[in-house]
């Protein structure tokens, strides 16, 4: 049989081999390594007296009040939109009953116009009328065109008569 020698007396053994033989020293270095680093974080803490977990809680409580005011802010102005958009679909309602009346209007003053047209051009067909049978009873009577020329003699005399009896008086 084989007689095994323990690692540390070997004589090729370096000092890493014989080191990580021994779990529960290297356990215990970790353990002391941790403690000491813990122990040194408290310690430059509680001399500066700042800390971290503080500085984020007092950062996350501004982030939140600013998020609430943004929020806030958003709302009030998407109530004034709201606000000024009806608004604009009132005023927009209005004008569009005030085209439709507009519309309405022109409607009825176009035909209004028709029928004047209509009248008009009536009216004046009937006083071409009157004219060609005037002046066709002109022309088969030659009579009142004498009584005519009498009537306008005798009215240069009376206009001088009356203008001498306004002079005299």
């Known amino acids: ?79 004034g939109l709201e606000a000024t958009q009806q608004e604009s679909i009132d005023q927009l309602q209005v004008v569009q009953d005030q085209l439709l009346t507009v519309r309405r209007l022109l409607a009825a003053q176009q035909a209004d116009s028709r029928k004047l047209s209509e009248q008009v051009s009536t009216l004046t067909e009937s006083i071409d009328g009157l004219r060609q049978s005037f002046a066709t009873a002109q022309s088969s009577d030659p009579a009142p065109a004498a009584r005519r020329s009498a009537r306008a003699r005798s009215q240069p005399v009376r206009s001088a008569h009356r203008k001498r009896g306004k002079s005299q008086g």
């Not at 095994?4 to 370096?14: C, F, G, K, S, V």
């Not at 500066?48 to 977990?53: F, M, N």
Request: net charge positive; charged share 20%.
């Open 1 to 79: 049989m084989i007689e095994l020698a323990p690692r540390h007396y070997h004589p090729d053994t370096t000092t890493i081999s014989r080191f990580s033989g021994q779990p529960v020293v290297i356990g215990a270095a970790a353990l002391v390594i941790i403690v000491l680093g813990i122990g040194s974080m408290a310690l430059w803490r509680a001399y500066t007296g700042t800390s971290p977990e503080l500085d984020r809680l007092a950062a996350a409580r501004q982030l939140q009040a600013r998020t609430v005011q943004a929020s806030e802010q958003l709302v009030e102005k998407t109530k």
